[in-house]
C-alpha cells in the first residue's frame, strides 16, 4: 500500500525581545526538532541558536522577500518538513515578518502550531497602570500625513487604552503630534528596552516626555489612556442598572463595578452599593 505524502507543520516560535533567559522550554525543544529555521534575519538567528547549542539550516525569510520565500518555504512543508519561523526578536507576524506564510498555510490547510513567548506590547502594557481590560495596538503609525492623521484622530477618540511602537529617532514628532491631537490631559506612558539591562518604564506627562526625548534611546512602546469624557458623558445617561450592565460586559467583578460607577457618578460608593445589596 502507498504512503500517503504528509505535509510538514509551521511553528510560529517567539524567541528573546532581549533577555535571553526569556526563551521557552518548549521553544527549544521546537527549535532542535525542526527540519528548517526561516528568520527574519539569519545572522542575528545564529547568534541566539549558538547561544543554545543548536544547529540547523536557515533561510532568510524578510519583509522585502516575503513574497518569493513563502512559494518556497510552502514547497518544503509539502515535501514534509516542519519550519519554525521566528523573528529578530518577539513573535513573529506582530510588525514583523509571518503574516503572508500563515495566510497561505491556512489557505492550503498546512498545520499551523503558534509556539507562545516574549512580546513587547503585553509586557508593556501590564506593567504601565493603564487600563489593561480593553486596549488597541496600532503597530507603528504611518508616514503618509493623510494616514497618520487619521490614526491620531482614532487615537484621540478611541475610549480604549492605546498602544503603538515607536523609533527614537521619530519619536519627538509622534509625540508633538499627539500633544496636538490628545483633547484631554491622557496617561501615556512609555516603556523602552523591555527586559533588557536599561529596561524603564517612564510615566509622565506628554510636555515631559518631549523634554526627554534627546536622551531616550533604544525599542519603545507607548501605552496612552483612553479618552473617558464622551465616554462618562454616555454612562452618566443611562440608569444604575445598565451602568452596572455596562461594567459587567467588560468583566469588571461586582466590588471594581460599584467602585467605576461611583466615581464616574461622583458620588460616594456606599450610595451605590445600597442599590446592589
Same mark, same amino acid.
Given at each position: 500500500?502507498?504512503?500517503?505524502?504528509?505535509?510538514?507543520?509551521?511553528?510560529?516560535?517567539?524567541?528573546?525581545?532581549?533577555?535571553?533567559? *526569556?526563551?521557552?522550554?518548549?521553544?527549544?525543544?521546537?527549535?532542535?526538532?525542526?527540519?528548517?529555521?526561516?528568520?527574519?534575519?539569519?545572522? #542575528?538567528?545564529?547568534?541566539?541558536?549558538?547561544?543554545?547549542? @543548536?544547529?540547523?539550516? %536557515?533561510? $532568510?525569510? #524578510?519583509?522585502?522577500?516575503?513574497?518569493?520565500?513563502?512559494?518556497?518555504?510552502?514547497?518544503?512543508?509539502?515535501?514534509?518538513?516542519? !519550519?519554525?519561523?521566528?523573528?529578530?526578536?518577539?513573535?513573529?507576524?506582530?510588525?514583523?515578518?509571518?503574516?503572508?506564510? !500563515?495566510?497561505?498555510?491556512?489557505?492550503?490547510?498546512?498545520?499551523?502550531?503558534?509556539?507562545?513567548?516574549?512580546?513587547?506590547?503585553?509586557? $508593556?502594557? +501590564?506593567?504601565?497602570?493603564?487600563?489593561?481590560? &480593553?486596549?488597541?495596538?496600532?503597530?507603528?503609525?504611518?508616514?503618509?500625513?493623510? %494616514?497618520?492623521?487619521?490614526?491620531?484622530? &482614532?487615537?484621540?477618540? $478611541?475610549?480604549?487604552? @492605546?498602544? +503603538?511602537?515607536?523609533?527614537? #529617532?521619530?519619536?519627538?514628532?509622534?509625540?508633538?503630534?499627539?500633544?496636538?491631537?490628545?483633547?484631554?490631559?491622557?496617561?501615556?506612558?512609555?516603556?523602552?528596552?523591555?527586559?533588557?539591562?536599561? &529596561?524603564?518604564?517612564?510615566? =509622565?506627562?506628554?510636555?515631559?516626555?518631549?523634554?526627554?526625548?534627546?536622551?531616550?534611546?533604544? =525599542?519603545?512602546?507607548? @501605552?496612552?489612556?483612553?479618552?473617558? +469624557?464622551? &465616554?462618562?458623558?454616555?454612562?452618566?445617561?443611562?440608569? !444604575?442598572?445598565? #451602568?452596572?450592565?455596562?461594567?459587567?460586559?467588560?468583566?469588571?467583578?461586582?466590588?471594581?463595578? +460599584?467602585?467605576?460607577?461611583?466615581? *464616574?457618578?461622583?458620588?460616594?460608593?456606599?450610595?451605590?452599593?445600597?442599590?446592589?445589596?
Amino acid at each position: 500500500m502507498q504512503e500517503i505524502n504528509k505535509t510538514g507543520t509551521l511553528y510560529i516560535v517567539a524567541t528573546p525581545i532581549g533577555n535571553l533567559e *526569556d526563551i521557552t522550554l518548549r521553544a527549544i525543544r521546537i527549535l532542535k526538532e525542526v527540519d528548517l529555521i526561516a528568520a527574519e534575519d539569519t545572522r #542575528h538567528t545564529l547568534k541566539l541558536l549558538n547561544h543554545l547549542e @543548536i544547529t540547523k539550516p %536557515l533561510i $532568510s525569510y #524578510h519583509r522585502h522577500n516575503e513574497e518569493i520565500k513563502s512559494d518556497v518555504l510552502i514547497q518544503k512543508l509539502k515535501e514534509g518538513n516542519n !519550519i519554525a519561523l521566528v523573528s529578530d526578536a518577539g513573535t513573529p507576524g506582530i510588525c514583523d515578518p509571518g503574516e503572508e506564510i !500563515i495566510k497561505r498555510c491556512i489557505q492550503l490547510e498546512i498545520n499551523i502550531v503558534p509556539i507562545p513567548g516574549p512580546c513587547a506590547i503585553i509586557n $508593556s502594557l +501590564i506593567c504601565s497602570g493603564i487600563d489593561t481590560k &480593553e486596549f488597541t495596538f496600532l503597530g507603528f503609525l504611518p508616514l503618509n500625513k493623510k %494616514l497618520r492623521k487619521n490614526k491620531l484622530d &482614532e487615537i484621540n477618540k $478611541s475610549n480604549k487604552t @492605546i498602544i +503603538i511602537y515607536e523609533a527614537p #529617532h521619530k519619536l519627538l514628532a509622534t509625540l508633538q503630534d499627539l500633544k496636538q491631537v490628545l483633547n484631554q490631559d491622557r496617561k501615556i506612558v512609555l516603556a523602552r528596552e523591555i527586559t533588557k539591562i536599561h &529596561e524603564e518604564f517612564i510615566r =509622565e506627562n506628554i510636555d515631559n516626555l518631549i523634554a526627554r526625548t534627546e536622551n531616550i534611546k533604544g =525599542e519603545i512602546v507607548l @501605552i496612552i489612556e483612553g479618552n473617558n +469624557i464622551q &465616554e462618562d458623558n454616555e454612562l452618566n445617561n443611562l440608569s !444604575i442598572e445598565e #451602568h452596572y450592565k455596562y461594567y459587567e460586559n467588560k468583566g469588571f467583578c461586582k466590588k471594581d463595578i +460599584i467602585k467605576q460607577i461611583a466615581k *464616574d457618578r461622583n458620588v460616594n460608593k456606599n450610595e451605590i452599593y445600597k442599590q446592589f445589596i
